[in-house]
């Protein structure tokens, strides 16, 4: 085992595509826009076993109220094992100092969040999918 933690944005769309389709996310269906899409997030931190892409974590920013983290995902041989924690206190510390960090959050993720100090807010999730 040999963990590293960076926050280069350098990806391959296989591991990309692998990393998340391994959490069984949506995204994986697209892993050349993942390519894309980590290079317009302003923090992208990655988890690799020896070089092995195995946890990621994206988020935006207004560059002083909100940060939004919108990916945390850990491949599930490495769920509970720290690898979510030090990526999430990572961009903690990177956002220190703003008003308020938001992410969503079902099922297991939302007790991972509440057990770092995450609460419910009032709000309406509302999305709409665009089929390309």
């Not at 079902?106 to 509440?114: D, L, M, N």
Request: aromatic fraction near 12%.
């Amino acid at each position: 085992m040999m963990l590293t933690y960076s926050d280069d944005k350098h990806f391959t769309a296989e591991e990309l595509g692998a990393l998340f389709s391994s959490v069984g996310w949506e995204s994986a269906k697209y892993p050349e826009r993942l390519v894309r899409a980590m290079q317009g997030f302003p923090t992208v931190l990655s988890a690799r076993d020896g070089g092995k892409l195995i946890g990621l974590l994206a988020a935006m920013d207004d560059g002083e109220i909100t940060a939004y983290i919108h990916y945390l995902l850990v491949s599930p041989a490495w769920q509970g094992k720290g690898v979510g924690r030090a990526l999430l206190y990572t961009a903690l510390e990177r956002y220190r100092g703003y008003v308020r960090i938001v992410l969503h959050a079902e099922g297991k993720a939302s007790t991972f969040y509440r057990a770092h100090g995450f609460c419910e807010m009032d709000a309406v999730c509302m999305g709409k999918n665009l089929k390309t």
